[in-house]
């Protein structure tokens, strides 16, 4: 088959661009470090969350040192908690998931950005900076009130996330403490 | 062989004399089968008024979707929102299935039968057949079009305000579901008359190569087949008997996977009618030749290997689908640059071929020499360009992790914006000015219209689609009806978040005064009367047919190939994904996406009472299990 | 091929149209390569990586 020279240089550096790109990819994973939403957490059946004790009362809690885990539910047409508080200059991992239809979660103008589809859990893992505010929206058309549905992170200095939510991050009361406060 | 044998002879001393109209080219290799003497409508009068009707299907979807496309851009900027902001995702949910999929597809319908017909030089087989095709996709986009329009009114109930994804657990009236799968029907049938025709063809010659035209469109044929099997089976075996009451759940990763599954490839489908129009009838606008037929038949079986198992690429930051599946399917879509770099070369090349013999010099200058003032020329070299910034955004799109950046913003619909919008929509208008009159007989009522319409579309896209892709950077999220938000502003880059809603606005508003534009010339070429002489020809590729290998031309082992890499990419991940959530997913209940309220609660109530009984059951029985899979 | 630049004429070009060197068309082409490139250096290296809110698990 006879292709003309020029055109062989063209898909060289087609070839070339190609794993430019994939090449990227692969430096974003390796070296910063970007990891993707995926399949690491169990199923979920979304009628019943409030008998799971992550999302029964969606809340940010400690679960390390600097390690936070933030459940978040989005719901039509909201998230909860409103506002989620976090700590600045902490590692936190946002367990997001749905108790209707798909959502979006994104954190506006940042990278933390995932889709909410029911029964499943999303997570992301984040390292904040110093103490801000983010817009948190629902990016997935889901029902007639979708462009309602916001929240805001609060990134908050560590002492004052500590005081704010005071007895509630440590593990052993919540599993307790939603159970009853959640339904009534 | 003898006619293949005589194809190297006859093309070159037929070049030495006419480069731009062919005299005769009885081989049928598909650049010169029509005979100069003869517009379509001459030579096949009964295949004429189809392809005429799926235009005028096609416009008519053209004309909906577009009145609502300026509404939805005035009501999203601010500028104007004479409707409620529920109603902006019905007219969003129209707008998306009236152009990417009747507009687009009865286009292609069109473009696909005539270029078939004319390429092998020989009727379909059964016109009756083609009708019957014609009429099972009209009532079925009709159906599916009255379940969306109907939202507007809380008289009928019905609606359908699921967008063009349909992602369950929202759900349509089973009219909209049913529509659809009318409507997939008719494409497979009209797939199967190609197919029919071509093989009555393969008898009565059966050593010749496959002409370039209906190589084009066998191949991209089968891709739709081998697409939307996972639509069918989404559709069919999930969404429709769970709107009628059938099963109670399904599992919305599973269908949002089938739906992307057909939903990557749909793109190729959009996108290879403009292909076929760029290979085959621009560098014949140009006065140039095609540069390339074997590298047109590589990248049209590159595009039937790769353009599915690549669907997963649109769930990159989706929950319950692990990271290894979303890195294969990036590689493959990555790979898929390569038909459309390709194209880009081998096309601009016909085209400065033609610049060159009218004597165009220099390393740009050839590019004055161009046929600028024909508005089928220019739409489609303008149509090029924006596939070509395009390709960028795509880029970006197809990056794995850079789709945290992205996802979801309205970057994405400023990047399809440019690919269907314009690389597809804008060829089909400008194509329309130079097959019309091969289809009707009738001149084109103003080639001046014509002229600035496409100049306009272009420029209004330039300006929106732009400033969808900054807003898309600061965090602006796609299909919404309010994108300002309470809680936060967004940053300032590009300009700021409200001078690019004004972009938006003046480039919607050019964009909808171009399509008023395009549909009365239309109209008014409707009202022209026949006359002879219009026709044109398609001129002789500079590398024919003979140069590519005869592998190429054996669709049943790309065909074959094709289905094994879709099996690949996606037997493990749709394995996975069942065995996550079960095959109707792991609980949860319908959405249905009826506006009125009232019968919202009629048919909700007994689920809910059913739900809240079952719940008290559960309580007194002491707890259930839920949906743990 | 191989043809010098003297012998891409208009005549030439109809004679032997397999003669025929794009070099506009290779020129283009190489712009919008280089655009690409550039481009994506800077939304990937410098848009994308350089945002707030890494996520990095």
Redesign the interface.
Known sequence: ???????K???A???G??L???G??TY??VG????????D????????LD?DDRFAEPRVEQVGENEYEAYVVAY?FGFEPDPIVIPANSTV?FMVTSR???H?F????????????????????????GPT????????????????M???IEVVPQDEFESSTGGSTDSGGSTDGDGSGGDQ | MTATADAPATTSPDATNEPVTNEDDPDGDGDGAATPEGTFYDRFPAEARIVRATFLGAFLAFAIGTTFGIIQTLHRTGIARPFSSVDYYTFLTAHGVFLVLSFTIFFLVGVFTWALVRSLDRPLVNTRFSWAWYGLMAVGMTLTGITILAGFTSAVDLSADVLFTFYAPLQAHPLFYGGLAVFLVGTWLAGLDWWRTYLAWRRENPDERIPLQTFMVLTTTIMWYVATSALAISVLFFLLPWSLGLIETVNPTLTRTLFWFFGHPVVYFWLMPAYLLWYTVLPSIAGGRLFSDPLARVVFVLFLLLSTPVGIHHQYLDPGIAEGFKFVSMTNTMFLLLPSLLTAFTVVASVEYGARVRGGTGLFGWLRTLPWRDPAFTGMMLAGLMFAAGGYSGMVNAGMNINYLIHNTIWVPGHFHLTVGTAVALTFMAATYWLWPQITNKPIYSKQIGLAQVVLWFAGMALMSNAMHAQGLLGAPRRTAEPEYAGFEYGTAFGGFQELNVQIAIGGTILFASAVLFLSNVVLTMGNSRTDGLAETISEPISGPEDAPLVLDNIRLWGGIAVLLVLLAYALPIVAIIQRGGLFGPGGEAFPMVLDALSILVDRAPDAIALLTDRAVDALGGGRLGGWP | MGTTDSEQTAAGLIEDPKSFDPKGTLALILVYFCILVTMWVYIYFVEFLGNDLIVVG
Do not use: F
């Open positions: 088959m006879h292709v003309h020279s020029y055109e240089i063209w898909l550096l087609g070839l661009l190609i430019l790109l994939i990227s990819v974003g994973a910063p470090g970007v990891s993707m939403v995926a399949a957490q169990p199923t979920v059946d979304p009628t019943a008998e039509q991992t209707d239809v798909t979006g994104e954190v506006v103008g940042t990278n933390a950005n995932t889709m909410v589809i029911p029964g499943e859990v999303s997570t992301l893992t984040v390292e904040t900076g505010e983010y817009g948190v929206i629902c990016n997935e058309y889901c029902g007639a009130a979708h462009h309602g916001e929240a805001t």
